[in-house]
C-alpha cells in the first residue's frame, strides 16, 4: 500500500521545524543570559516544554502530510508517549547548549542521545497508528534516518551553544540562518523516517477510533500556536537584552564612525570637529592654537617592498609615538594613508608649536623593529596657526598641507611654518602631479649628463645621468619638485625605468660613433630601490640594450639605505655580483654614519654639496669631516667624490684633502645628450674609460 504527500502540509512541517529551532535558539541564549539560579530550571522545563512541542508538531505535521488510501487514527497513549519523548530530548539539548563548556565528548554523548530520542519520538508517532498487520522498515532507511537525527542533533546542539552569547556580530541573522539549517535537517530525517515505511496491502488501521486524524490536525494546530506564541513572547522577554545590545552596537558603531580602524586614533571627521570645537573657544578666548600636519617620509617604499603587513604594523607603532607627549587638551589623528594632524591648544608663540614639531621628529626618527626588522622613518610636518593661516578646519588643514609640501621640499625630516606664498606652491604641485602622467607618453622628460673629474688630474672619470622635465606650460621643472611627487603617485619605478633605458640608448649612441664613454651613474630613488624585482628589472632593460653592466653605477640615498638594512646589504651584493658599481649619494645629509659604510661595502661616496660649500665658510671644521670619511673610505677601499663644487678654493682644498673625485659647476654643469657629445669630442683625451670603479666591482 503506498501513500502521497499534501506539499502545503509538508510545507508547514518545515515551518513548524524552523520555529521550534529558532525557539530553541533564543531559549538557549535566555538560559546563558540568565543571573539567578533558581528561575533557571523553571525556564530549562518551560523551554523544553515549548521546544519540545514544536518538534512534535512538525513530526505530526508530516504524519497528517501523508495520505493512505484508508482510514487512519492515532492511539492517545501512545501519542503521548511521543510528545514526552520530544519534550524529553529538548530538554538534554537546552542543558547542554546553555552552561558549561561543550567538549567534543559531551558533545558527542549528548548529540547521540538526543538523535536517538528524536528518532524513537518519530517511530512511537507512527507506531500510535497501531497498523495491521505491522508496518515493516526498510532496515537501511531505517538506519540511515537514525544516522542523520544523531549528526543533525550534534550540528544543533553545536549552532546553538556557538550562538547563546548575546554579543555575537549580526546575532539574530545568524540564529535565523542555524534555525533554518536545523529545520532542513530534522524535517531531512522525518521525511527519510517516512520512506523506511512500508505498509502491506489490505493493511488497516487499529486506532481509527481512538483519537481520528481531524482531532490529531486540530491538536497539532493549537500545538504549533503555543509554540509561535512562546517564541513571541520569549522575544517580547529578550527585549531589554536585545536593547542593551543595540545601545552597545551604537556605541560601537559610533566608535568606528569617528576613528581609524587601523590606529585608533580619531578619523578626519572627528578632527573636524575638535578644530571646530577649537575655533569656538579660541574666538571666545581670543587665543590661538596650532595645526601640524605630518606626512611620513618613505613609508610607501616600506610598504611596497615589505608588504602592508609591515607598513600597517610600523603604522601603529608611529601613532602610539605620535600620543606621547602630548597634552591631555591636545590631540592627534589620522586622515588616512601615511598622513596625521596634532590640533595644539593654547599656543603662546610659533616657537611654542614647532618644539612640539621637533619632539615629534625626534621620536619617530628612533629605529622601529617589527617583524625583526629594524627600520627608520622620518617625517615632513607643515604648520599653520588659528587664525592667521585660516579660520575653519577646511582652510587651517589646506594651509598646514601647503607648509608640510614644503617641508618635503626642503630636504625631509624638517617642518615648516606656513607662509602665503607655500600656496602657489602647493598649486603648483597639484597640477604636477596631474600633468606627470602625460609627461612620459608627451616625450616631455629628457636626460642631461653631468660629469665627475679626477681631483689630481682634472680627467673625466665618470658621468651622471640627471632627468630634466620642459612642462609644456610651466616650462623648466626642477627634479627636487617632480620627483617626490612621482614617488608619492607611484610613477617613479615607471620613470626610473625610461631613464635607464635612456642611458643606455645615449651609451649604445656614443660607441657607434667612436666616443670615449665614462662609466655613467644612475639615480635610484627609495621607491625604486625597494621594489622586489629591482636587480631582474635592471638585467632585463641592460640585456635589451646589450650594454656590459660594468659600464653602470647606481646611486642610493643614505635614507634609502638605512630603511632596512638587511635588504639594502643583499641588493648591494647582487648588483655588484653582476658587475655593476654602487655608491651612496648625498653622504652626510642622512644618517651619517660611519659605520654602515664598512656593512654595505659601497663603490664610491658622494659627499653632500653643503659640506663642501662649508669648506669656505667654516674650512676647519668642514675640512676634518671631510678628511676622516676620505681617510676610512681609502682603507676600506672606497672612492670619494665631493659634489658641488663652485669655487677654486674649494677645489684646492679638495686636492689638500686627497679626494679623489668632484663634480660641480666651477667645473661643468649638466648637458642635454647632444651637448654632451660634443663634449666627449672635445675632452677624448682625458677621459677616463671603464675606470677602475666600473671595471672591477667590489667583492
Known amino acids: 500500500m503506498t501513500g502521497v504527500y499534501n506539499p502545503l502540509l509538508v510545507c508547514l512541517s518545515l515551518v513548524v521545524a524552523f520555529l521550534a529551532s529558532y525557539t530553541a535558539m533564543e531559549l538557549s541564549g535566555g538560559l546563558n543570559a540568565l543571573a539567578s539560579a533558581k528561575r533557571r530550571p523553571a525556564w530549562l522545563a518551560g523551554g523544553a516544554v515549548s521546544m ?95 544516522a542523520v537525527a544523531i549528526v543533525a542533533s550534534m550540528a ?52 481509527e477510533a481512538k483519537l481520528d486524524a481531524d482531532w490529531l490536525a486540530l491538536a497539532v494546530t493549537a500545538m504549533s500556536f503555543i509554540v509561535l506564541v512562546g517564541t513571541l513572547a520569549l522575544v517580547g522577554f529578550h527585549t531589554s537584552s536585545l536593547s542593551i545590545s543595540l545601545k552597545r552596537a551604537n556605541r560601537q558603531l559610533h566608535y568606528l564612525g569617528t576613528h581609524d580602524a587601523l590606529t585608533k586614533l580619531p578619523n578626519r571627521q572627528q578632527l573636524s570637529l575638535r578644530i571646530a570645537q577649537a575655533v569656538a573657544e579660541c574666538e571666545r578666548d581670543e587665543s590661538a592654537f596650532a595645526v601640524l600636519f605630518i606626512d611620513l ?8 617592498s615589505l608588504g602592508h603587513g609591515v607598513g600597517d604594523e610600523l603604522l601603529q607603532v608611529c601613532a602610539e609615538r605620535l600620543r606621547q607627549d602630548l ?73 598646514a598641507d601647503a607648509a608640510m609640501y614644503a617641508a618635503k621640499q626642503s630636504g625631509r625630516n624638517t617642518s615648516r611654518v606656513f607662509e602665503p606664498q607655500m600656496n602657489h606652491t602647493a598649486h603648483k604641485a597639484l597640477i604636477l602631479q596631474r600633468d606627470l602622467h602625460r609627461a612620459l607618453s608627451d616625450a616631455q622628460f629628457s636626460v642631461s649628463f653631468q660629469p665627475k673629474f679626477s681631483v689630481a688630474s682634472q680627467s673625466v672619470t665618470g658621468v651622471e645621468a640627471l632627468i630634466r622635465w620642459r612642462h609644456p606650460e610651466l616650462g623648466e621643472v626642477p627634479p627636487l619638485e617632480f620627483i617626490p611627487i612621482a614617488e608619492r603617485s607611484g610613477l617613479i619605478v615607471e620613470i626610473g625605468d625610461w631613464v635607464l633605458r635612456e642611458v643606455c640608448r645615449n651609451i649604445a649612441l656614443w660607441d657607434a660613433r667612436g666616443l670615449p664613454v665614462p662609466c655613467v651613474s644612475v639615480n635610484l ?67 651619517s654614519s660611519l659605520g654602515y659604510l664598512q656593512r654595505f ?34 682603507a676600506l677601499q672606497i672612492e670619494v667624490v665631493a659634489e658641488g663644487v663652485e669655487t677654486e678654493s674649494q677645489m684646492r682644498t679638495l686636492g689638500a684633502l686627497a679626494c679623489d673625485q668632484m663634480q660641480g659647476y666651477l667645473l661643468s654643469e649638466p648637458m642635454p645628450a647632444a651637448e654632451f657629445v660634443a663634449f666627449l669630442r672635445g675632452a677624448a683625451d682625458r677621459i677616463v674609460v671603464a675606470g677602475s670603479v666600473c671595471a672591477a666591482p667590489a667583492g
Open 297 to 304: 617620509d618613505g613609508f610607501k617604499s616600506i610598504n611596497d
Open 327 to 399: 597634552r591631555h587638551t591636545d590631540m592627534v589623528a589620522r586622515l588616512g594613508g601615511d598622513e596625521f594632524v596634532i590640533v595644539v591648544e593654547n599656543v603662546a608663540d610659533a616657537s611654542s608649536a614647532v618644539a612640539v614639531a621637533n619632539g615629534v621628529l625626534r621620536r619617530l626618527s628612533q629605529e622601529i623593529v617589527v617583524n625583526g626588522l629594524p627600520l627608520r622613518v622620518s617625517a615632513s610636518i607643515g604648520i599653520a596657526f588659528h587664525p592667521r593661516d585660516g579660520r575653519n578646519a577646511d582652510e587651517l588643514l589646506h594651509s
Open 52 to 146: 519540545g512541542v514544536g518538534i512534535w508538531s512538525m513530526h505530526f505535521i508530516g504524519m497528517l502530510a501523508f495520505s493512505l488510501p484508508i482510514a487512519v487514527g492515532y492511539d492517545f497513549v501512545i501519542t503521548g508517549a511521543s510528545l514526552f519523548l520530544a519534550i524529553s530530548v529538548s530538554f538534554i539539548a537546552l542543558a547542554t547548549a546553555s552552561q558549561g563548556a561543550l567538549s567534543r565528548r559531551r558533545l558527542m554523548v549528548a548529540g547521540t542521545i538526543m538523535g536517538v530520542g528524536v528518532a524513537a519520538m518519530h517511530f512511537t508517532g507512527m507506531h500510535a497508528m497501531q497498523m495491521s498487520p505491522g508496518i515493516e522498515y526498510t532496515l537501511w532507511k531505517l538506519v540511515l534516518s537514525v
Open 525 to 591: 630613488s627609495p621607491i625604486q630601490f625597494n621594489v622586489p624585482d629591482l636587480v631582474e628589472r635592471i638585467d632585463s632593460l641592460i640585456a635589451a640594450a646589450g650594454v656590459d653592466p660594468c659600464r653602470l653605477m647606481f646611486e642610493i640615498t643614505e635614507t634609502a639605505a638605512m630603511q632596512n638594512v638587511e635588504k639594502t646589504s643583499l641588493t648591494i651584493e647582487a648588483l655588484q655580483s653582476r658587475g655593476y658599481a654602487v655608491a651612496v649619494d648625498d653622504f652626510g645629509t642622512g644618517y
Open 601 to 634: 661595502r659601497f663603490d664610491q661616496i658622494k659627499i653632500d654639496g653643503s659640506f663642501v660649500r662649508d669648506l669656505d665658510s667654516d674650512g676647519q671644521r668642514g675640512g676634518a669631516l671631510l678628511s676622516a670619511v676620505v681617510t676610512l673610505a681609502r
Open 156 to 207: 544543533a546542539l553545536w549552532l546553538a551553544f556557538t550562538l547563546r552569547a548575546a554579543d555575537v556580530e549580526n546575532l539574530v541573522v545568524k540564529r535565523l540562518g542555524a534555525a533554518f539549517i536545523m529545520a532542513l535537517a530534522i524535517t531531512g530525517m522525518h521525511y527519510l523516517g517516512m520512506s523506511a515505511a512500508n505498509f502491506a496491502a489490505g493493511s488497516l488501521c487499529l486506532a
